[in-house]
């Protein structure tokens, strides 16, 4: 029951990576969404996450509605396959449950103890909204073109 209600707050979520931080309030390196040419109703945005010199910390943007952040993503998604340049390492992606996030990180771990033992061929991929490690290597021995992300 919890998952749900936790699932429903994280629906309107969502997570930029590879963001500079700013010292300044009003978050300037917003200016890399307005590439994506919408500019949703943030609600909150606020980092999270230890200071790091190397790497920026997450930003986590609320939008006031699911349409929106849904359209934030697609967005990015259209708009890296278009060709727009994004800054190294950036990236946008959606809020994840406590669960769900509990879930992808022991298929990390998996997937680097699989990796070190000498598989190859293999990457986490969502199946029914559940991670899971797949290969994209056929049973006969071929090489599977990569799935587009849906």
Do not use: W
């Amino acid at each position: 029951m919890q998952e749900n209600v936790e699932s429903e707050n994280c629906f309107s979520n969502v997570l930029v990576y590879g963001l500079l931080e700013s010292v300044s309030s009003t978050i300037p390196q917003l200016t890399l969404l307005e590439k994506l040419n919408i500019s949703p109703a943030f609600s909150k945005v606020f980092r999270f996450g230890k200071i790091r010199a190397e790497i920026p910390r997450p930003l986590k943007i609320i939008i006031k509605s699911k349409a929106e952040a849904s359209q934030l993503l697609e967005s990015f998604n259209d708009a890296k396959l278009g060709g727009v340049e994004f800054p190294q390492d950036f990236r946008i992606v959606k809020d994840k449950t406590p669960l769900q996030r509990e879930l992808l990180k022991s298929c990390h771990s998996e997937l680097d103890k699989r990796v070190n033992r000498g598989e190859s061929g293999l990457h986490i991929k969502y199946v029914n909204g559940v991670s899971k490690i797949v290969s994209n290597i056929s049973k006969n021995g071929y090489r599977l073109p990569p799935q587009p992300k849906a």
